[in-house]
């Protein structure tokens, strides 16, 4: 089990920038997958950037190039940052680790990022 607490969301104007950051409560050093979802008010949760285990990073169409995963195992805390920020990008964010692909996974409680101007 562990304890993922999110935090860094907040009110942004369109092409503004937020880094997100979700410190976990056990090493991250391994793990299966690690990532970001967002869910907007009325859809689907989806996946925003995510990390495997081997190390490469997944991230969805509407985001790259906008954002950046990243993680310091040493601090137990990974990293979205985002930038070029648009409305569409407003939602609840997530933080997400599951350690083995047995585990069905930790979620963290949500951080709410808004982009409006």
């Known amino acids: 089990q562990v304890q993922l607490v999110e935090s860094g969301g907040g009110l942004v104007q369109p092409g503004g920038s937020l880094t997100l950051s979700c410190a976990a409560s056990?090493?991250?050093?391994?793990?299966?997958?690690m990532g970001w979802y967002r869910q907007a008010p009325g859809k689907q949760r989806e996946l925003v950037a995510a990390?495997?285990?081997?190390?490469?990073?997944n991230y969805a169409e509407s985001v790259k190039g906008r954002f950046t995963i990243s993680r310091d195992a040493a601090k137990n805390t990974m990293y979205l940052q985002m930038s070029s920020l648009k409305p569409d990008d407003t939602a609840v964010y997530y933080c997400?680790?599951?350690?083995?692909?047995?585990?069905?996974?930790?979620w963290g409680q949500g951080t709410q990022v808004t982009v409006s101007s």
């Open positions: 990390f495997t285990g081997i190390g490469s990073t």
């Open positions: 997400y680790v599951r350690f083995h692909i047995a585990d069905a996974g930790n």
């Open positions: 056990r090493s991250i050093s391994t793990i299966y997958t």
